[in-house]
């Protein structure tokens, strides 16, 4: 019964809404009441209690008082009788003191309050009865509280309210009956609560909600069910609630949102975390247009759909606290996210290689599916991992070499930074995940690795391995991840990797390799990533990928590569990345690309290519989504450069450049990153077709002239030079005297003049947004 949390402050419970009202009423009253009173003014008090006479409070607090004080002064405002031993307040309790506006009956054993109990308080604004014993809301319980903004009545037993009982509580803001028993909510049982904002229904027992439980609310904004016991979401009782901008449905036991079942037209915020949602309907929140906030988190989803239409304000949906399996099923979401531009809060629960990873990070050619094989056994380590079987070892005695740690549970095992200077024998077989980074190995002999052959994971980071003998991981039949990354490796034998059918992921970064290890990977069938970037590779010969069929990423960014062979890719036709950024290319390899027509991530920044020819990308034009041309001193690029690239791509990065021009982009329909950024573009009539372009499209572009000099610094968008060149004439206005650093974009906000409103407003908006890259640039450049 007792309450921790009431009872503490005089205004307990004000203080947490206080935004409602609290200075509104009380501070006007109590100037006015003073006005007329004498300064001196013997007042009555009753005997167990404490009055202020200036402020005009009785406060008679856990003093086991067993019916309201008759004796308390009529002028009285604020009436504390927390604690007491009330049990029932009769009809016109407080008939005594009609000024009250403050009244607080916390923890008062109050079982009862009869019809009529507060009639005669017309001023009360702010009532409390939180913490008693209260079962039933009467008719006539809460008469004449003709000015009452806030009613609490959480902690208390009600499980019925009748009809009627709110009727006359049509200034009411805040109804708080949290941490009570109610099962069900009649129609109707709101009744009168004309002014309502906020109701507050959190921690009942909630499993039914009539469909006109909530009829009459129409000012209600705020409604809290979190706590409840509801199953279902109430599809047709909410659609009633017109104004409703947050609802909460935290913590009750849905499974399922279905089809359209979020129906509301203002609804803004919507929490539906921890529940135990395992399916989401792909439309579910689709009728409720006003969403910007959706709150999915610790339930049990393991992919979600991307949202269908209807949501366009969304920007954030949080999804903590879910098993999501970050694979190709999760991709479309992923996708539609960074469309959208709706921000996922959350991380990766599997597989591996992206737990932990945080949803926002996660690139979608990176949620790719491995073969069937391959992921079945990557769920079932994931399912090992959290669910661990009963093992029949006890977990002190699981086997494990000296200077090293094993654990029985996870079957994980790390001898990290312990100084060995051999491979440590003696791993327990159940072994999954073995740890041996930043030890001393200096070379991995023949057969290292025996009697672990479920090892999944095998870190060998930092050892300082010179060489991997042949067969060195013999065995190892179930090894998906290989880390060799900062070694010393300068080359490969032919047949180091033997033994590794299932080898995944191959981590031979920061090594010491001036040649490409050809051959070394023909057999490792399953080999889907390659990582090699930081070595000192200088040159991509013929075949160098012989026997990697099935490589789907290779990763060389930060090598030397000056040349690539023609036939240097020719075997690895399912590769979709390419990674060759920070190397010393001169001309893009096109000839090396012409079999990859699965290609879609193409890296080639920070090489020195100054210039790109026509068709250079012409044989991934199906494939492409993303382009790298950034940084690299670029400074043309012919105008059919981008041929045979077209809706398919959807970033183009070509900042920091020396491009004064840029190839028409008006066949690059889909894009949706573009930066242009740090480039000495020149502002005249040849950069029409860019002008043109971005008038067409809906996106941040980060284009600045550089010249001429009068227009250095200004953005594209926003100069009229265009306006007077042969085609330009249907541009927007644009004020002369736009300020170069305007603060406020407002202040250079073009009015839309001619053609069509719609797009314009929609790319004014995207204009309002801070405009970063192009004013600092402006700064530098005057600097
Ligand atoms: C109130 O009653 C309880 C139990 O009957 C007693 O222990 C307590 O001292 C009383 N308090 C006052 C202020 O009389
Ligand atoms: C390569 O080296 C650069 C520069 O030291 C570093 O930033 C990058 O993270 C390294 N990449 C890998 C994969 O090791």
């Not at 504390?80 to 009609?98: K, M, S, V, Y």
């Not at 290319?585 to 100054?610: C, H, Q, W, Y």
């Not at 797009?759 to 450049?781: D, E, L, N, V, Y």
Request: proline share 7%.
């Amino acid at each position: 019964m007792r309450s921790s949390r009431a009872g503490q402050n005089p205004l307990d419970g004000i203080e947490m809404h206080s935004q409602l009202s609290r200075d509104t009423l009380w501070v006007p009253l109590l100037g006015l009441t003073m006005l007329f009173l004498p300064v001196v003014y013997a007042a009555k008090c009753p005997q167990q209690c404490v009055c202020d006479q200036i402020q005009l409070t009785v406060t008679c607090v856990n003093k086991n008082l067993t019916e309201v004080p008759p004796t308390v002064d009529e002028i009285t405002v604020k009436l504390d009788l927390r604690g007491n031993d009330i049990q029932e307040l009769p009809t016109r309790a407080f008939r005594h003191t009609p000024y009250l506006t403050h009244l607080s009956l916390q923890r008062c054993n109050i079982r009862r309050v009869k019809e009529g109990a507060f009639r005669g308080l017309g001023r009360l604004v702010f009532l409390n009865l939180a913490s008693n014993n209260i079962d039933i809301l009467y008719q006539e319980s809460f008469d004449g509280l003709s000015s009452l903004k806030q009613l609490m009545i959480d902690r208390n037993r009600v499980e019925e309210i009748q009809p009627g009982a709110f009727s006359q509580l049509g200034f009411l803001n805040l109804l708080s009956l949290t941490h009570n028993q109610l099962v069900y909510i009649p129609n109707m049982a709101f009744q009168g609560l004309q002014n309502i904002k906020w109701l507050r229904l959190s921690h009942n027992s909630l499993n039914y909600l009539d469909i006109e439980a909530f009829a009459g609310l129409f000012t209600l904004n705020r409604l809290s069910l979190d706590h409840n016991e509801l199953q279902f979401f109430p599809t047709e009782t909410m659609t009633r609630l017109a104004e409703v901008t947050r609802l909460d449905l935290s913590y009750n036991p849905m499974t399922y949102l279905g089809e359209e079942s979020v129906s509301m037209a203002k609804l803004s915020h919507l929490f539906l975390d921890h529940m135990s949602l395992q399916d989401l309907a792909n439309t579910a929140v689709s009728k409720s247009p006003s969403l910007t906030h959706l709150d999915l988190s610790h339930n049990q989803l393991r992919v979600i759909q991307p949202f269908s239409g209807g949501t366009p304000k969304l920007a954030r949906v949080h999804l903590t606290g879910n098993p999501i399996y970050c694979n190709c099923y999760m991709r479309p979401l992923r996708e539609w996210a960074i469309r959208s531009k709706v921000k996922l809060v959350g991380t990766c629960a599997g597989p591996l290689h992206l737990s932990g990873e945080i949803l926002d990070a996660v690139h979608p050619p990176e949620l790719r599916c491995q073969s069937q094989e391959a992921m079945l056994k990557a769920e079932f380590e994931e399912a090992s991992r959290r669910a661990p079987p009963p093992t029949e070892e006890p977990e002190n005695k699981v086997k494990c070499p000296s200077n090293c740690v094993c654990e029985a549970e996870t079957h994980h095992s790390s001898c990290e930074n312990r100084g060995h200077t051999k491979v440590p024998r003696g791993f327990s077989p159940a072994t999954r995940l073995l740890d041996l980074r930043g030890n001393n190995f200096h070379y991995i002999p023949s057969n290292s690795f025996p009697g672990v052959s479920q090892v999944v994971s095998l870190h060998l980071q930092r050892c300082k391995v010179v060489e991997v003998e042949d067969g060195a991981f013999s065995g190892m039949k179930g090894l998906i991840y290989l880390y060799l990354s900062e070694n010393h490796i300068s080359s490969l034998r032919p047949e180091a990797f033997k033994g590794l059918p299932q080898l995944t992921y191959l981590h031979l970064e920061k090594n010491s390799f001036t040649i490409f290890p050809e051959g070394a990977f023909k057999l490792l069938p399953g080999l889907l990533a390659l990582h090699m970037e930081n070595n000192s590779i200088a040159k991509l010969e013929a075949n160098a990928l012989k026997g990697a069929e099935s490589l789907r990423a290779l990763y060389l960014t930060g090598n030397v590569i000056n040349h690539v062979s023609p036939k240097a890719l020719e075997q690895a036709t399912d590769l979709d990345t390419l990674h060759l950024a920070a190397n010393k290319l001169k001309d893009v390899p096109t000839e090396a690309l012409r079999n990859l027509e699965n290609m879609k991530d193409l890296r080639l920044s920070g090489n020195a290519i100054r210039w790109v020819g026509p068709n250079a990308f012409q044989p991934l034009g199906k494939s492409l989504r993303e382009l790298y041309l950034d940084n690299m001193g670029l400074e043309k690029m012919s105008q059919s450069s981008l041929a045979g690239l077209g809706p398919g791509l959807r970033s183009l990065f070509l900042e920091g450049n020396k491009l004064e021009e840029v190839p028409d982009l008006h066949p690059l329909s889909s894009l949706e990153v573009i930066n242009l950024a740090d480039n000495p573009l020149m502002c005249d009539c040849p950069l029409l077709p860019l002008r043109l372009w971005i008038e067409k499209v809906n996106l941040k572009v980060r284009a600045t002239c550089a010249n001429p000099p009068e227009l250095r610094g200004r953005r594209v968008k926003d100069v009229h030079v265009f306006k007077a060149c042969p085609g330009g004439e249907a541009l927007p206005f644009v004020p002369s005297v736009a300020p170069k650093r305007a603060k406020t974009p407002k202040a250079t906000k073009p009015k839309p003049m001619h053609l069509g409103g719609v797009k314009q407003a929609k790319m004014f908006k995207t204009k309002s947004k801070p405009r970063k890259g192009p004013k600092m640039k402006g700064g530098k450049k005057r600097a």
